[in-house]
C-alpha cells in the first residue's frame, strides 16, 4: 500500500491532540540518587549541575532521568533514576520493539473480503464479511480500492447479507476512560478500524443555521455516514454531549461555541459498523447491493475474494513514532499478544501485563508497569535507568533507533537551530503535567548516549479537569519549560561525556 500521504492528513491532526490528555500518575520524589560528578578540564568553566537545571526549571513535582554510554552500556549520570515515573507516549518505544521482536520488521496486517457461500456467475449463495485483522493504517481510500476489487473478481450480486468481523482483537470502547468525551486520540479498538477510528465532523454557517457534515474523509475520498450523528443545541456548555445508541454515536455540540464554520475529528465507538457503513456505499457505486446482517459472531470461513495487506510493521512503527497515534499502539500491542500468547487477548488490560512481564524479562526494566500500550493509561510507569539501558542495548539492533523522530534543538534566540551540533532522535511524551522525552543523542565526534527524562507534576496534575479539558490553565507554559530542562539536560550530557 502507497498511502503515506493520506496517512499524513489523518496523522496530522493527531500528532497535535495527543498533546492533551490523561496520563498516569507520577511518584512522589525521592531524595536525588546522583551520578558521581564530573571534573571540569583544566581552563574550561564548570558545568551546570544537573540539580541547578531542575532547580532553575521550577516545574515542581517530580523529576527522573538517567543518561548511558551506548558504545560501553556505562551509567552516566542519573537523576532518581530507579524512580518510576509515567513514560506518557514514551511507552510507544517499549510498544515497538515489542512488536517488532514479537511479530517482525516484515510482518504485514490483512484485511480481508470472505464469501462464506460459493461464487458461481458473479453472484455470492451466502454472506459476504468484511473481516479486520487490526490494521492500524487501515483508511477510505483502502475500503474503496477493496470494493473496485471485488468487483474486478466479477461479483455483481450477494444473495446473504453483508457482515463485519472485528473479532481478531477484543473491542474497547475507548483506550482511557479519564478522558474529554470529544478526544479524537481516545477512540474505540477493535479487529476492524478506519481512519484512526475518528470521524469528520464540519459545520458551514449558512443564514442563521449551520450546515453540518458527519464524513469518513481521506485523501481521495470523503463518505457521508450515519454510524456517528451531530446535533446542534442552543447551550453555553458543555461543548460537546456523547451518548451511545447501541448502533450507532450520537453527538450534540455547543451552538454558539461554532462560529462561522470549521471542522474538527471526533472518536468513534463502534469501528467496525463505521467501517461495514463505508464499504458498503463504495460497493453500491459498483452495483452490488449489499443487504446490512448483524456483525460475524466468529471469524468467517470460506473462499477469500478480495485482501488488502497493510504496509510492513517496521513503517507502522516509525509512523507511530513520529505521530505518537494512540490507536496503532494499541492494536499493534495486542496482535504481538496474540502471536506470543497462541491466542487472542482477553482484554487491552491484560495484554499489557503481558508486555510488562516481557519488558521485565526481556528488556530489564525493572518494576515497570503498563496498563495500555499507548501510554494514555494513568497507572503506567518506567524507571528512567532501566530505560536508558535498554535503549542503549537496543541500539545495535537497529530495530527502534532508526524508527525514532529527530527532535528539533533550539538556539539561543529562541528560535530552531537547524545547525545545532547535537543530533537527538528519540520518542516524547506530553501530556497535562507530564512531559518525557527518551532516545539518543550523538555529540559531534559521533559518541551516542542514550537517555531517559521523565517530568510529571502531580499535584497540578490532580487539580486539573482532566476529564472535560483537553488543555488545562498553565499546562502549555509547564511544557515549554519541560522541554527547556531537556534540551538543557542533554546538551550538559554531551559537553560533559563527549565533549
Known sequence: MSDFPTRRFFLAGAAMAALAGTIPGAALAEAPARSKRPVAR???????????LIEAAGLGGSVGFAVVDVATGGF???????????????????TGLYALRTLGPEYRFETRLVATGPVSEGVIKGDLVLAGGGDPLLDTDALARMASDLKAAGVHRVDGTFRVWGGDLPYV???????????????AVSGLNLNFNRVHFEWKRAGQNYEVSMDARSGSHRPAVRVARMGLVARQSPLYTYRNEGDHDTWTVAQPALGNGGARWLPVRHPARYAGEVFASFARSHGIILEPGAAAEAAPEGRVLVTHQSETLREIVRDMMKYSTNLTAELIGMTATAKRNGLR????????AVMTSWAQEVLGLRDARFVDHSGLGDESMIEPGSLARAL?????EALIAPLMKPIALYGRDGRVDRNHKVKVF???GTLVFVSALAGYATAPNGKRLAFAIFTANEDKRAASDRATQDSPPGAAVWNRKAKKLQQALIERWVGVYAG
Open 42 to 52: 583544566p581552563g574550561s568553566s564548570k558545568p551546570a549541575t544537573a540539580e541547578s
Open 76 to 94: 552516566l549520570e542519573g537523576y532518581n533514576p530507579a524512580t518510576g515515573l509515567p513514560p506518557a507516549s514514551v511507552a510507544k518505544s517499549v
Open 173 to 187: 470502547e475507548r483506550i482511557d476512560d479519564i478522558q474529554p468525551v470529544h478526544a479524537s486520540y481516545n477512540p
Open 345 to 352: 487477548p482477553e482484554s487491552l488490560r491484560g495484554s499489557a
Open 392 to 396: 542503549a542495548a537496543a541500539e545495535d
Open 426 to 428: 528519540a520518542k516524547t
